[in-house]
């Protein structure tokens, strides 16, 4: 079996009768089982997928016409996204054995142009984390070296596609949980802009900044991804009407773009050196190839972190009320009354990390704190997202690297929150401002690891920022 | 001069109206009252991961209608905000409601009271969402919880501390009530809950033009047990006073076997709620368009009606009043005394025969059996003197009753109560009664005019009843004071 990069490939094969969706289907449940020491999927749904692949190989044979537009793409999904009657677990004790009565907006559309999705992989629990460490299945090791983190939140989404378990992955992304693990395992990690696609069925981390995001192998796929899942929903109330653009058919870049470039991420303190080396020499190639790239100054880097752990932790204390033990999931079978149910459930449910952030967002928002935290984190994500779309007015895209440093090695930083929390510090901004970014794998770290770099466009230019990406691949 | 003579109650209220939108505030879940616990409910109302709640434009229809109605001002845009706190019936753990800009600031409401009417200001009316219900008292063990009610849209209406008596909040949930029902965007039933309210008290010394320091009674749902929570808590709290004591700020319940308040001994009173924008849901963006759609929408409003009723119609305040409590039953009214000047025959046909009709029958007034064109003809036949006002009443409205598909004209035709206002038919009558008692009519002209009794008595017996009385009347004046 052939390494598929993206769905015309498959498609091509399928067509050709040179391989079968149930051959293919075959070939990446082989493909998991042989790779389960990296702890990547959570559930593997072996024979669903199966039965899929035989219907739509018969669907293929009796009228070629009627297969949907990702007939033969197999994918997985991320432990957040809701798939109706199936198992849904935000990686976390407290929705130990949850099912879910319906299927987010995203996965429907794509189950209507007959994907399979062939299993529910790992991811920190309630998304939040880097290192995919924080999970009740227990940490997912990255491919290129097992020792170290793949990323996360999504990293099982991006080690999936690292080792050919499935064409595309599905993950989310509220502050780089799609890119960063991309970035750290050498694929594409692709977030649209806030409100592209609907977050009905993504279990909430933090509202204001979550996002649908696909991890592929090629940069048509995600374009073919986005435009199926994008627009409209009555589910949400805050996604986008805007019309769809078919992104898959404008693939091709044949302009000279203009980049910008922050000096101070690039030189600054605290970015791994072969990172800063490849960033620069991935910048000189653009030059070569007749693209402006300049430096720019952007004043506000060292507030993006802060202000992005205030907000996101506040939404995400409330959104994780929810999980009480009252009407799903786990509740402690030692509580003996009402208070009791909430402390000793939520305690014993949630993890370390879920526990800080839950704190974290419940004093910001408290009477007396509120001013001084989650106001000023409003008034400086509003001073962040008008300094960014003015450089983008000027510019098509904002560059940098997507990590400041290379995967790191389990349980490294598991004890050191902060300098976890900064290492996003190039990923956040794109989610503060709501606007579309995309991880690109451009060479690898000395010591072996994948390293990506990041594109940002403005606010609902994904057919530009895709066809660019898809031209300097 | 009694010690609590010296003291003034003030008391401000918030109202939670149940609005009578088919589906809930945010997911399309049915709003029906009484069915079986936990079928009212969706994976959205329930909290599950990974759902969002989505607006009912109907929410946001009936917030500015009442609005309007009150003379608020509607705000273009607001926003709705989260009010975290855990409780069993609370499924996602916060409330989605308005807290920073609600959809509708200030206005009044004209209340009626003894001495007068009295304008009750309104600070705000904001959009929110019921929780469920905890039920306490059906299992020896367990609270039990039914989630039929959680996420039905409410509206909270904040009043300013503007009512003194509980007279005067009787007044003002009783005129609120009816302004919703009029609106028709609330059933406003206290008995199920569709309107109840929270209770802000307290006590100054007479003429004193600041605030005492005020207590907070909960969830009210009947105008009786308001009425006693207030007496109870407005003695409470001059008594505490007067013994040198000091008011405390604290959240009261009421309780109804008692006839006591006391305080909430949880830690509700502790909650730091978190209020936060609602990052789920865009600002509600309203259109002047919207508004001054609505605005001519706006029925006639029951106090406007009330005062119509007395003025232009000369009716009693009683009447008046009867006639105006429900919206269709004013206009029923208004619609028959477009054909009939008789305004007091319609209003007694409504007040003596409909409406007892109606309650015996359980039935509404879309129900009811006789069509107006046949109502407004009855009335006719009593106005033009065709059948008299007490056969009218006695015997052809029961037979209308029965068959209300034939014109009162027939059927007082086949009844045989058609009384003859033919003046030459009477005038013989007359003559012929006048005739046969020679003596009665000596005695009449001596000065007895009591006897005109007599002399209509034996008109009536002579025409069975279908002489008209006054017309009668005139002849017998006529030909007696010869």
């Not at chain 1, 004093?363 to 008034?379: M, R, T, W």
Request: proline content about 4%.
């Amino acid at each position: 079996m052939p390494k598929y990069v993206s769905h015309q490939q498959v498609q091509n094969d399928l067509k050709a009768g040179k391989i079968s969706c149930q051959e293919l289907v075959e070939y990446y449940l082989s493909q998991i089982e042989a790779t389960k020491e990296l702890n990547a999927y959570v559930e593997i749904f072996a024979e669903e997928a199966r039965q899929k692949a035989k219907a739509l190989d018969q669907k293929l044979k009796e009228d070629p016409d009627s297969v949907g537009r990702l007939f033969g793409v197999v994918i997985s999904i991320k432990d957040v996204l809701c798939y109706k009657g199936h198992k849904v677990t935000a990686a976390s004790k407290i929705l130990n054995g949850f099912e879910s009565l319906f299927s987010a907006t995203g996965i429907e559309r794509l189950l209507r142009e007959d994907v399979i999705i062939i299993g529910r992989v790992n991811c920190d629990e309630f998304a939040m984390g880097s290192t995919c460490e924080n999970s009740v299945y227990g940490p997912t090791k990255n491919a290129a070296d097992p020792s170290k983190v793949p990323g996360g939140s999504s990293g099982a989404s991006a080690v999936a596609v690292q080792i050919d378990t499935c064409l595309v992955s599905l993950g989310t992304d509220t502050g780089g949980s799609v890119r960063q693990p991309a970035a750290f395992c050498g694929v594409i990690g692709f977030k649209p802009t806030y409100g592209r696609i609907s977050r009905y069925g993504l279990l909430a981390y933090g509202s204001s900044f979550d996002q649908i995001g696909v991890l592929s192998n090629s940069v048509e796929d995600a374009a073919l991804f986005l435009e199926i899942m994008a627009g409209s929903d009555e589910f949400d109330a805050t996604v986008s009407t805007k019309p769809v653009p078919k992104y898959s058919e404008s693939l091709t870049f044949d302009k000279k773009a203009k980049i910008a470039y922050f000096d101070t991420a690039l030189n600054g303190e605290g970015i791994d050196e072969d990172i800063r080396k490849l960033s620069f020499g991935f910048i000189e190639d653009l030059k070569k190839e007749g693209h402006t790239v300049e430096s720019v100054n952007f004043e506000y880097l060292d507030y993006i972190i802060p202000a992005y752990y205030v907000l996101t932790t506040a939404e995400a204390s409330s959104n994780l009320s929810r999980y009480d033990g009252i009407r799903f999931g786990h509740r402690s079978s030692d509580a003996k009354n009402i208070d009791e149910v909430y402390k000793m459930s939520r305690t014993e449910g949630f993890g370390t990390e879920v526990k800080r952030r839950i704190m974290l967002g419940t004093f910001v928002l408290s009477a007396g704190y509120y001013d001084a935290y989650y106001s000023k984190a409003q008034k400086v994500r509003r001073l962040i997202t008008d300094r960014t779309i003015e450089i983008l007015g000027n510019y098509d895209f904002i560059l940098m690297p997507t990590s400041p440093i290379p995967a790191w090695e389990i349980g490294k930083m598991i004890d050191d929150p902060v300098t976890m929390y900064l290492a996003d510090i190039f990923t956040v901004q794109a989610n503060m401002v709501g606007i579309p970014a995309i991880s690109l794998p451009i060479g690898k770290h000395s010591n072996g690891m994948p390293v990506g770099i990041q594109l940002m466009a403005n606010k609902f230019e994904e057919a530009k920022l895709l066809a660019f990406s898809n031209s300097i691949c | 001069m009694s010690i609590y003579d010296q003291y003034e109650t003030v008391i401000g209220l918030e109202i939670h109206v149940q609005l009578a939108t088919k589906s809930k505030a945010f997911c399309s879940d049915d709003t029906t009252f009484g069915a079986s616990p936990n079928t009212h409910v969706s994976a959205i109302s329930l909290g599950h991961p990974g759902t969002l709640p989505r607006l009912n434009k109907k929410q946001i229809e009936y917030a500015v209608k009442l609005g309007l109605a009150l003379g608020s001002e509607i705000s273009l845009k607001s926003y709705f905000d989260r009010k975290n706190y855990f409780y069993t019936d609370l499924p996602k753990g916060y409330q989605i409601t308005q807290d920073r800009l609600p959809i509708c600031i200030g206005g009044e409401l004209e209340v009626r009271l003894k001495d007068g009417n009295k304008k009750i200001r309104i600070h705000h009316i904001h959009m929110e969402e019921d929780a469920g219900k905890s039920i306490h008292d059906q299992d020896p063990k367990n609270t039990l919880v039914d989630l039929n009610r959680a996420g039905v849209p409410l509206l909270e209406i904040v009043s300013e501390p503007d009512l003194r008596s509980a007279e005067e909040v009787d007044a003002f949930m009783t005129g609120m009530r009816q302004l919703v029902r009029y609106l028709e965007v609330s059933d406003g039933n206290m008995q199920e809950g569709s309107m109840r309210c929270d209770v802000n008290v307290s006590v100054r010394k007479k003429g004193d033009t600041t605030l005492g320091q005020r207590c907070e009674i909960k969830n009210l749902n009947s105008m009786r047990y308001a009425r006693k929570a207030i007496e109870f808590e407005t003695s409470r709290q001059i008594d505490l006073i007067e013994s040198g004591g000091k008011v405390a700020q604290e959240t009261l319940n009421f309780n109804p076997s008692t006839g006591k308040t006391a305080p909430i001994r949880d830690k509700e009173n502790a909650h730091d709620y978190r209020y936060f924008p609602e990052p789920d849901l865009p600002p509600v963006i309203i259109s002047k368009a919207f508004i001054s759609e609505l605005e001519k929408a706006q029925p006639p409003h029951p106090l406007a009606l009330f005062n119509q009723f007395q003025k232009k119609y000369k009716l009693s305040e009683y009447d008046a009043n009867l006639l105006t409590e429900e919206k269709l039953t004013a206009l029923f009214f208004i619609d028959l005394a477009q054909h009939s000047k008789n305004y007091k025959a319609i209003s007694n046909l409504i007040i003596n025969k409909i409406n007892p009709y109606l309650s015996e029958s359980n039935t509404g007034l879309n129900d009811f059996p006789i069509s107006k064109k046949h109502l407004s003809e009855f009335i006719q036949l009593i106005d033009e003197n065709k059948v008299s006002n007490s056969m009218a009443y006695q015997r052809l409205f029961p037979e209308m009753l029965k068959n209300g598909e034939k014109a009162p004209l027939d059927l007082a035709e086949k009844l045989n109560l058609i009384q003859s206002s033919d003046s030459d038919f009477l005038e013989q009558i007359v003559d012929e009664v006048l005739a046969k008692n020679p003596d009665k009519v000596a005695t009449y002209k001596k000065g007895k005019k009591g006897l005109i009794g007599f002399f209509m008595g034996e008109v009536m017996r002579a025409s069975k009843g279908k002489a008209d009385p006054k017309k009668t009347n005139g002849l017998l004046a006529k030909k007696l004071n010869v």
